[in-house]
């Protein structure tokens, strides 16, 4: 990870950051200069909600090298509770971590948490960003 | 404003009927005494030879990442200048994992358009270099949202797995029974890295990659070449040698993250794509009498053979475990032994999958002959389903 490339991301992995379009109510995220749903290009920033449910789910036993010390990991997509009834609901991948690997189950209840995902090579920065944790 | 609907004449037939009239392979594995250019090479002059034509006007390749595999960038130029035919325009083509489908159908394009009567679609990809693979395969996938969490391509496909097996009751044998069809199928394909039958236990008991898919689910790190000469029909009729016609070539292309899809059980990129070629070649999917699928992992193959339309949704699990696909079956699936036992030279495949059609159509398949087949369908895709190409090629 090279460090502009990540700073770039900050908004979203530290503070879940996304574009809420103007015209349909359609939430990206990451924010989007064309919206998916609508095709119109105006956007405010909201905040995504930090609480939902897993859709999927997968166990990593054999792991990219930035990640081989930390199997076996849970990587899952979760739908986050947005209350709007428009919406589907954002989705997002994220590891859910502090858990039992075999305790997951699709429909398990998340909440999302700040964490240190990564690093930057041997001496680089620390990368950090969101996992979820089940509740 | 951007809209959705394609404009009155896009997806069309094209004006000049194209043929495949040549074809030629390495075989696929380790191939640890030829470079990335030798193995294009090999397979582009076994492509000429074959088709008997003394030129060509241009050529396309596809490889996903040269630059990452070997660091090598610039293939067009690389393989024109080591094949012998510059100054032809080449041009490399990337789609990931379904370049080499790109590649034949920038090819047919060029030929349908007019601007070439002779062209050579080829891929090749050298895997076994000692790259870190899945580092560079998951460049595939977004690598922002997904890759950066932890992510790899075997557990994006084992999310799809999961998914599948919780909507539609597919069950864990049902994945397995698609790695033993394709490794018996590539059993009798000669240039299969994998020629060796695998049981449904040895599948049920390899070691778990990302759950549920196991080592066995998995297509390999291979490397190898494929090319294919594509020329007007016209003049494939003056060759005098065996030509098979191309009826339909379709793409879409879809969200690069999975998570951002509509439906995590199906991939809209293949549905559309078919519909598309459906139409163009005027059949149905109980028309296609034997499909190449892209069978990255098995999971792959099952979703794939219902959005095609081969078996309705949900099914494709069933189809797997009852002989629907095997050779002999209902519509066989990959009988040359799909990317799970053939191998899986990332920008090769899509190519390689024309291969088996043409040697199908044109009765050269050996053992795994499917008898009586007019219409094959290939079906080469990229990432997790983010981009898709398929064509239809018919026997003459």
């Known amino acids: 990870m090279i460090s502009p490339r990540y700073h770039r991301e900050v908004a979203q992995r530290y503070r879940l950051e996304a574009g809420k379009c103007k015209q349909c109510g359609n939430i990206s995220f ?15 920033t909201v905040q995504l909600s930090r609480e939902g449910k897993i859709l999927t789910f997968t166990i990593i036993r054999v792991g990219p090298d930035k990640f081989s010390k930390e199997t076996p990991y849970v990587v899952a ?7 709007r009834s428009s919406n589907d609901g954002v989705r997002l991948t994220a590891q859910i971590t502090d858990c039992d690997v075999n305790k997951v189950e699709i429909g398990s209840k998340v909440k999302l948490v700040f964490r240190k995902i990564q690093d930057e090579g041997k001496s680089g920065l620390h990368c950090y960003g969101y996992k979820a944790v089940l509740i | 404003m951007l809209s959705e609907t394609n404009s009155p004449k896009a997806n069309r037939s094209a004006g000049t009927e194209v043929a495949v009239v040549g074809v030629g392979m390495t075989k696929f594995g380790e191939l640890w005494k030829k470079s990335l250019r030798d193995i294009f090479v090999e397979a582009s002059l076994k492509a000429i030879e074959n088709s008997g034509v003394d030129h060509i006007d241009s050529m396309y390749v596809g490889a996903m990442s040269g630059g990452l595999f070997v660091g090598q960038e610039h293939i067009g130029a690389v393989m024109a200048d080591y094949l012998g035919v510059a100054p032809i325009p080449a041009t490399r083509v990337e789609s990931a994992c379904a370049s080499g489908g790109a590649v034949f159908r920038q090819a047919y394009l060029e030929v349908a358009s007019g601007q070439s009567e002779i062209v050579l679609a080829g891929g090749v990809e050298k895997m076994t270099d000692g790259a870190d693979v899945t580092d560079a395969l998951a460049t595939a996938a977004d690598q922002e949202y997904e890759v950066y969490n932890g992510i790899t391509f075997p557990g994006l496909y084992a999310m799809i797995a999961r998914a599948h097996m919780h909507q539609y009751k597919t069950t864990r044998e049902q994945l397995a029974h698609v790695a033993v069809k394709n490794h018996k199928n590539g059993s009798m394909n000669p240039n299969a890295q994998f020629r060796s039958p695998v049981t449904l236990e040895q599948v049920m008991k390899a070691t778990m990659v990302a759950d549920p898919l196991r080592l066995l689910d998995c297509s390999p790190v291979s ?6 000469i594509v020329c007007s029909v016209d003049y494939a009729k003056k060759l005098k040698r065996p030509y098979v016609k191309v009826v339909a070539s379709a793409q879409a292309s879809d969200t690069i993250a999975l998570h951002s899809r509509e439906s995590l059980t199906a991939l809209k990129c293949v549905s559309v794509a078919a519909e598309k070629a459906y139409k163009q070649a005027g059949l149905k999917p109980s028309d296609i009498n034997f499909a190449e699928v892209h069978d990255c992992f098995t999971i792959a193959e099952i979703v794939v053979t219902e ?6 949704k949900g099914k494709g699990g069933a189809a797997a475990e009852n002989g629907s696909t095997a050779i002999g079956g ?6 040359s032994g799909g990317l ?3 191998g899986h030279p990332v920008g090769a495949t899509g190519v390689a999958q024309i291969i088996e059609l043409y040697e199908q159509l044109t009765g050269n398949s050996g053992e795994r002959q499917v008898k009586n087949a007019k219409y094959g369908l290939a079906q080469n895709m990229g990432g997790s389903g983010a981009s898709c190409v398929i064509h239809i090629l018919e026997a003459v």
């Open chain 1, 77 to 83: 997509i979760i739908e986050l509770f947005e209350g």
């Open chain 2, 307 to 312: 959005d095609l339309g081969f078996f309705e």
């Open chain 2, 223 to 228: 490397d190898g070449g494929a090319a294919v």
């Open chain 1, 30 to 44: 990451p924010p989007r200069l064309v919206c998916p749903k609508c095709k119109s290009k105006t956007f405010e």
């Open chain 2, 330 to 335: 209902k519509i066989p699936i990959n009988t």
């Open chain 2, 340 to 342: 799970k036992s053939k």
